[in-house]
Structure formats: structure tokens, C-alpha cells
């Protein structure tokens, strides 16, 4: 199936429809951008990788029971995906304390949670992507209370999935965002994108805050080497992925 039209262009990926109503195509860019698209930059190779390892990671959650939007990738950097209707959702778990968590709790960089926490943040631009509370979400009618059961869930057990397989590559999976569609049957599936862009992630046997960092925290934070941290990323779950 060749990308037919356009049908919405993100910051990250081009989505096009396809010959079949129910088939899109995602294009995995270079591009990078952090702090709401006010820094915007190139990550040579990122399409690519981003594609493979969002592959790899969708294939490994569907083989334990995890409804994907994943189908096939065409191309290194095209991914066919069932449509979905996605949720207006970003779904963040967290399993050490960094980022927006540090800076909204004062909680110090890099404390261990005692158990994940979920969050849910309201996907839009202009509002810039505001944390959300449960009672917000339900009265904005974003999800339904079910739906809003499940996702809680399905992110918990995708959480566990993750962090176990990212560990067996030497990876401490710190926090990550899930996004969530409704396919044709209204089913949730997880969509968009598992990455190095949407997972902070620690080399496990590296303690220095700034080298042990292999995601897009060294773009936000201009620690250079990002390709490199990418490839890496990829190259270990590879390794991992052939292990079982
Ligand atoms: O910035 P914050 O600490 O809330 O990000 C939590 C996690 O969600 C990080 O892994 C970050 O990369 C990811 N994220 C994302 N897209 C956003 C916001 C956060 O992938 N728009």
C-alpha cells in the first residue's frame, strides 16, 4: 500500500492514508523538537531508528497480549498502521522522578518511586499539553470513566513489559508517553510511537547524570552524541529482541 494523501503532519511523523480505508501510513521524520516545538532541530538517522525500535517494541508487546496499531513496516522509516481514532491523551508513566515531575514537586532528580505513576496530560498545543486530573478528563469527556479505567492499566502493564525487556538490554526505563486510539470495533490500542523521543532512558551501568542519558534529553539538554545514544538504543534491543 503507497501513501495515497496527506493526512496530517506532526511534529515527528507524516501520517497518509493508503488504498485501504482502514490502513495508514506513518513517515518517520529526522526532525526533533522539544519545549512545545520552541527548539526544533535534525537527529540524522532518528526516522529510521525511531521506526525500527518503535517496531521492535510494539512487536514485543503484541507477542504478550498488548492490542497495537502496528501492522508492517514497508520502508526503514515507514510504519503501516491500522487507523485509529486517537485519544486526545498523552499517557505518561514515570518509575524515577526527572523532568516535569522534578520541576512541579520539587522531588530531586532521579528518586526511585515507590510504585509507577500514571498521568495524564491533555494533548494540545496551544494549551500546551496541560496535566489533566481524573475529574478534568471526565468532564472535558475525553474518555469515558471505562476508558479511563483501561488506559490506567494498559499503561501499568505496558510499563511492566517495558521495563522488564529494557533491563535485559541494560536500560533503566525511567518515564515514557503512551498515546491511545479507538479502532473501528472501539477497541483501545496503543498508537503512535515507542522511542528514544517518547522514553527517558538511563544506561544502567552508568551513574554520571549527564553520559548515563540515552534519549532525547540530550537534544532538550544539548549533551550532544544523540545520534549515537539512538543507535545505541537500538542496537542493545536488537541484541535483546534476538535473545528471546
Ligand atoms: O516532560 P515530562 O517529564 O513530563 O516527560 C515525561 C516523559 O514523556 C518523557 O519520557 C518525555 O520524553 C515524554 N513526553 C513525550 N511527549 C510529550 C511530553 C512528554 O514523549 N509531549
New binding site residues.
Partial sequence: SVGKNLLYEGKAKIIYTTDEPEILLAHFKDDATAF?AQKRGRIVGKGEINCKISQLLFQYLEERGIRTHFIDCPAPNQMRVMRVQILPL?V?V?NIA??????QTGLPLGTILKQPLV?F?Y?NDQLG?P?LTRDRLLLMELATPEQLDQLQQQALQINRYLSEFFQSCGITL????LEFGLDAQATIRLADEISP????LWNSSETDPNNRVM???RFRRDLGNVENAYQQVLERIQMSSQGS
Fill in positions: 512545545n498523552e505518561v514515570r526527572a523532568g516535569s515531575l522534578c520541576q498521568e496530560y494533548k499539553d496535566l525511567v518515564d515514557f508517553k523521543d517518547t522514553c527517558r534519549d532525547k534529553d
